[in-house]
């Protein structure tokens, strides 16, 4: 905990996931709630096979999903989802001619039946 996962339609042409990770992950372990920098997993996931909505229209997406134990506050939520959006923001393509919608969600995992071990 934390896990951010990144969806990102494979209409994005040379979508800069490393330097994203970095910047993503630099972001949120200087958030309070992160406390330990490697407790925090972050990846990228393309879609190679995805619609958006009915029109004909050249759509793309960018969709963030934050996991974190339950128990955060909505401000401390709101932060973190305001610190990954400005970073998808700032280093998502965006090809002419296409209609990015980029979003982010927090996840309340359930604190009892979490495990998780380092081995």
């Not at 630099?26 to 406390?35: G, I, K, R, S």
Request: net charge negative; with cysteine.
């Amino acid at each position: 905990m934390p896990h951010l996962t990144i969806e990102y339609s494979a209409n994005l042409p040379h979508y800069p996931e490393a330097e994203t990770l970095t910047a993503l992950n630099a972001t949120l372990c200087a958030h309070p709630e992160v406390q330990d920098e490697a407790d925090l997993k972050t990846r990228f996931i393309v879609a190679d096979s995805f619609e958006i909505g009915t029109a004909p229209a050249q759509r793309a997406f960018v969709h963030a999903q934050l996991r974190l134990l339950s128990g955060r506050t909505p401000e401390a939520k709101k932060e973190l989802s305001e610190r990954i959006a400005a970073v998808l923001r700032e280093r998502t393509p965006q090809p002419k001619g296409v209609l990015v919608q980029l979003s982010v969600e927090i996840v309340d995992m359930d604190r009892p039946s979490y495990v998780k071990e380092r081995l």
